[in-house]
């Protein structure tokens, strides 16, 4: 009965690489989020959907795109990975300006 | 315009008390606040509006002196399930974390 899922949960590979998140909710939330949490526990927005349209995109490279095919899904996917994109990534979801439940987070690790 | 917490990291015995407190240097709308264990995603403690209104944790509360832009949360007869990193949340349209503060309870 999980309420926000992400997969993979962990995601080891190269620089250069391209790769994707996925996250879904069944909670019925109209908001989606993409954060970031770096080695120092920094937790940081990235993107925010609602009802499928952006609403929130940080300054964020170009070379991460969100894309949200409904309301209960947002992906990320990231081209030419870097060091530097080495983090934890949670998806999470709210009804808009309430708590946000977030998922188990997907490890990310660039070599 | 990230939140700042204090303190930066505390050590108790199951029992004592504690106080984190979060600060802003912008107008705030509502402060969350949330609790994340080692390894573990981040989970929803509570939510304080402008006007007073709470919402949250049975045993935890907090305040919310909207003047001084600042938030403080009280964790009472702490229990070892209290230990984590807790981060306040500040909403101005999106959520933007503090640095967080971390907690350890020990027996």
């Known amino acids: 009965d999980t309420a926000v899922s992400q997969t993979p949960k962990y995601l080891v590979t190269q620089m250069g690489n391209d790769k994707s998140i996925k996250c879904e909710q069944n909670?019925?939330?109209?908001?989606m989020y993409w954060y970031k949490q770096d080695s120092k526990k920094f937790l940081k927005i990235m993107f925010s959907?609602?009802?499928?349209?952006?609403?929130i995109n940080e300054t964020v490279p170009n070379r991460f795109s969100p894309k949200s095919p409904d309301k209960a899904h947002l992906n990320l996917h990231i081209n030419s990975l870097e060091l530097g994109d080495s983090a934890v990534y949670f998806c999470?979801?709210?009804?808009?300006?309430?708590?946000?439940?977030f998922g188990p987070g997907t490890r990310l690790t660039v070599t | 315009q990230q939140p700042v917490q204090s303190p930066q990291a505390v050590i108790l015995r199951e029992g004592e008390d504690a106080v984190i407190n979060c600060s802003s240097s912008k107008a705030l709308y509502s402060v969350h606040w949330y609790r994340q264990k080692h390894g573990e995603a981040p989970v929803f403690l509570m939510i304080?509006?402008?006007?007073?209104e709470q919402k949250g944790h049975e045993k935890i509360s907090a305040s919310f002196n909207e003047k001084k832009q600042q938030s403080s949360l009280y964790l009472t007869a702490s229990q070892l399930s209290y230990s984590g990193t807790y981060f306040c949340?500040?909403?101005?349209?999106?959520?933007?974390f503090g640095q967080g503060t971390e907690l350890s309870v020990k027996p």
């Open positions: 304080l509006l402008k006007g007073g």
């Open positions: 909670l019925g939330h109209d908001t």
């Open positions: 999470a979801s709210s009804e808009t300006g309430y708590e946000q439940y």
């Open positions: 959907y609602n009802n499928k349209e952006l609403i």
């Open positions: 949340g500040t909403e101005t349209g999106k959520l933007i």
